[in-house]
């Protein structure tokens, strides 16, 4: 796992790549976005959390434009980075039992509803389904790693 820190006046970020997760991630806290309402616990935690979920963000292009929208100053080298760390630390396949445990997990915890049958996904959740099995896949039998 990789991890690169950023500080501004009343702006901090993370970056970095989570080979477990097998995604990039993105923490934002930014006090222009703290409200009234807020307790301390809350603004201590990133207003903006992404990469939270498995193979969630499979670039890093998307969450580096919105840090950088938060954050203007941020090295224009930090994608070269990232690639980096997910080359040298590749991601890792999703275990064979993963939908059941995750489905025995969620009827234990009741918070979240367990994982719908094929026939009754939606097409985002058939979409997410599909690229894990693809990304499963094509992380199972992993070539070369690339030497510096």
């Not at 934002?28 to 935690?45: P, Q």
């Amino acid at each position: 796992m990789s991890r690169y820190e950023f500080d501004e006046p009343g702006v901090s970020l993370a970056i970095g790549w989570d080979a477990p997760l097998s995604t990039f991630y993105l923490q934002i806290w930014n006090e222009a976005l703290h409200t009234a309402e807020m307790d301390e616990e809350e603004r201590a935690s990133p207003q903006i959390w992404f990469g939270t979920e498995y193979a969630e963000h499979l670039t890093p292009g998307l969450l580096l434009a919105l840090a950088r929208q938060h954050l203007p100053s941020l090295p224009e080298n930090i994608e070269v980075c990232l690639m980096r760390d997910m080359t040298e630390e590749p991601a890792r396949p999703l275990s064979p039992d993963h939908v059941e445990i995750r489905q025995m997990m969620e009827t234990l915890l009741g918070e979240l509803s367990p994982v719908p049958e094929a026939s009754q996904r939606s097409s985002a959740e058939q979409a997410r389904v599909d690229t894990e099995a693809l990304f499963k896949e094509s992380t199972s039998h992993p070539g070369p790693r690339q030497s510096e």
